[in-house]
């Protein structure tokens, strides 16, 4: 439970930062929250209109969240015996992260880390503004990152060093929250979905009472529907988990709407580029998290001004022809398409900063890969 | 009935065992093949790879063609379905030599085309128009699809129905190929089944667009079938549905621009589409269903410069449809109630399939009528039974094929009362059911 709410935090709080860059979207979306995390968001979101001040130092409080949250959780991950994870680990967590960027000299974060640098959305409490980064430097990247999402429908995150094969299954897992949730195929993130899910759960438990007809709406919100969706993603996570162990996976494409060959809309996160290594040599994944989602917001290359109507995710993964996945269906045939605008998000890893680890299967070419199907689709639902 | 092997159906990806060994280069090959058509069979053979199967497409040609090397002498249409060969057991499902006659044939010496298929098991995407949510304006299945699979084979239809139409859209496409001046000699990319219903055009449309994105397979890496809903196209505004149409055609069009796809366009029941005209004079109809008819033959004169698409239409009513509709048909194609000779093989796969569910028990070798009428309809005690399957389909003429395919069911549900029965008592219950099929038919010929 407690680790539940805690994920649950997590991209919940990203939406934050996500508000303050577009602030105007949280407006609508707010409408559409149920439960009682709907006041401390209007709160937050009344706080930004009112002075400059109080909202930066909202932000900073929950970026400091944020912070915690994200490392709270890999700590579990990594850990899981560690259990609920105290104040002591979670601090432990940013402490070890900070602590790897200070063992680079200063330009590599100057380029890779602009996230950390400028905004005070993400940076830890530890770290200081590094004197040489100068902030005008920092809000140039930005500017680029957002010129690149809107003319090329392209974002590029890179990482100052290896990550690792979990870290990568992780990016595309939360990516896919994300979209589902920005493109509105869920009607509050994944993790406030799990979270009132099982305090559904809890209450009927208590009640011992039956279902009653007319109940789903007017909890407003489609309790059956919202169950088979959460399966549906839980295990469609669970085998990409499964799938990133046994295959390197280059490309991943999500797919709004349509069919396979003429989507509405395709994501297609690129990882031809990210440099593998062992856990003791990569960056932990919190970290990367953070700084993509930070790319990602700032892109603001998800919310699109176009609204989308309800409809049906696939996700094709490509990757070793001899793979044996079972879950997924080879699709040998498929194309990527291209008649449909797709937004690209490219993450690579700094070479020259990995000091000798191989991504030697990294660099070569990609013959031997197929695509691969998600045999089920996950259904959007608003209510 | 196949004798005739359409040079335009041999041309397209032809492989020849002696000729090369090289995959890439059947297509180059076009042109000597239309020479050698003429003297040389060719064999169609359908490979059905499992879907799970990653091999690649090259090596399972190879295995195929080794396994067609070791046993070439086949008995007209054959299918294999175990491999004593591994990597054939994993990858591949079945290895059919289609649609040939029934006679042996000495691979060797055909003109051997394999054709590699998997099939695609998710069910129909539907298409919808921005306007109306609801309702799905037409559902798009990808070839080839699981759903369709063995449609092509249950058909039966005398006359060569089939391999008709399935050269005319080979023909099609050969002549798109060789870029034929459209102006000079017109075709339109439209075929209109028609006939009483029951008779199975609406599942010959499924079937033939499924063989042909297996048959085109190296030409199209993929098939789409596009099934209108016809009645989704009328508006409930006035002047909105001919904009309906326009849509429609226009979500179709980006289906088409992809010149990798062969798509295929079903109009199911296309007399509501396209009604004929001149009835609106007499005021029954509104002036919006005229817009639609017209819309509709405009979208279509725009579609036919597309090489890689194939309109199919049915309808049960052909007086109803538009002059004007029926003229842009290429092919108008009359499906009738089946012959004796049709009905007797509709039962006999129906036989077929009771026999290996194992609810006809012991299992009997039934005769063809080939062999039958070979026997000269003599009785002896190998042809008995199935001289009396003979006497029950010359008692069924006059039935559909939907009630000939429902017919042992209903034999079964109603005369017999085991759950396994012998081919004697099953033909007596059969007989019995066509019996009581015609009777109620003349009961609702009488009461109205």
Known sequence: ???????????????????????????????????????????????????????????????????????????????????????????????????????????????????????????????????????????????????????????????????????????????????????????????????????????????????????????????????????????????????????????????????????????????????????????????????????????????DTKPVRLTTTTVMVLAHRDCGAAWFRPRLEFKVPTRVKSKIIGLSCNQSTDGGSTGGEGQSEWQDYVWFQAPLAIKGFNK | MNAIVNPALNSIGNYKPSVTQNMEADRMEEGDLKQNSIDVNTVHVEVHIKSNSTAKRSEVKTHVLTLLNRHCMVLGVYRWTEFDEDFLTKHVQSVAIVDAERKPIDLKSCCLSVHLFTLNEDGPCTLTLEEDQELPAANHWLLPAAEFHGIWESLVYDNGVKTQLLDYVSTTIYFSDKNVNSNLISWNRVVLLHGPPGTGKTSLCKALAQKLSIRLSKRYSYGQFVEINSHSLFSKWFSESGKLVTKMFQKIQQLIDDKEALVFVLIDEVESLTAARNASQAGTEPSDAIRVVNSVLTQLDQIKRHSNVVILTTSNVTEKIDLAFVDRADIKQYIGLPSAEGIFNIYLSCLEELMKCQIICPRQQLLTMFELETMGFRKCNVSELSLVLRNISIKSIGLSGRALRKLPFLAHALFVKSPTVSLEAFLGAMELAVDKQMEESANLLNAV
């Not at chain 1, 912070?67 to 070890?96: F, L």
């Not at chain 1, 990152?145 to 100052?160: C, K, S, W, Y």
């Not at chain 1, 593998?276 to 919310?303: E, H, I, N, P, W």
Request: hydrophobic share 35%; aromatic share 4%; glycine share 6%.
């Open chain 1, 1 to 303: 439970m407690a680790e539940g709410k805690i994920k649950e935090g997590l991209i919940e709080r990203l939406e934050e930062i996500n508000a303050i860059t577009n602030n105007l979207k949280l407006k609508s979306k707010s409408g559409l929250l149920s439960s009682q995390e709907i006041d401390m968001r209007i709160e937050c979101h009344t706080e930004c209109n009112v002075t400059e001040e109080p909202a930066a130092a909202g932000t900073r409080r929950q970026s400091r969240e944020i912070e915690r949250t994200t490392s709270g959780t890999m700590t579990q991950n990594s850990c899981k015996a560690k259990g609920p994870s105290s104040d002591d680990s979670k601090c432990k967590g940013t402490v070890v992260i900070t602590g790897d960027k200070e063992n680079y000299n200063s330009t590599d974060i100057l380029e890779c880390e602009p996230s950390s640098v400028d905004s005070p959305t993400t940076i830890p409490d530890s770290t200081s503004p590094d004197p040489l980064n100068p902030t005008e430097h920092a809000e140039a990247e930005d500017a680029e990152t957002v010129r690149r999402a809107r003319e090329e429908g392209r974002v590029d995150v890179v990482f100052p060093r290896p990550v690792t094969q979990d870290g990568c299954c992780r990016f595309v897992g939360e990516i896919l929250k994300c979209i589902l949730y920005q493109r509105q195929q869920l009607p509050m993130t994944y993790e406030q979905l799990v979270f009132s899910q099982r305090r559904r759960q809890a209450v009927m438990e208590n009640e011992v009472v039956g279902w009653r007809p007319g109940e789903s709406t007017a909890a407003g919100l489609d309790w059956r529907r919202c169950q088979r969706t959460l399966l549906d993603l839980d295990e469609l996570l669970q085998q990409l988990d499964l799938l990133f162990s046994l295959s390197l996976v280059p490309r991943v494409l999500l797919l709004l709407g349509g069919s396979p060959q003429l989507p509405n809309e395709v994501y297609e996160v690129n990882m031809e580029r990210v440099v593998l290594a062992g856990s003791d040599r990569s960056l932990r994944a919190s970290a990367c998290l953070r700084q993509l989602f930070r790319t990602l917001f700032v892109a603001d290359l998800l919310s």
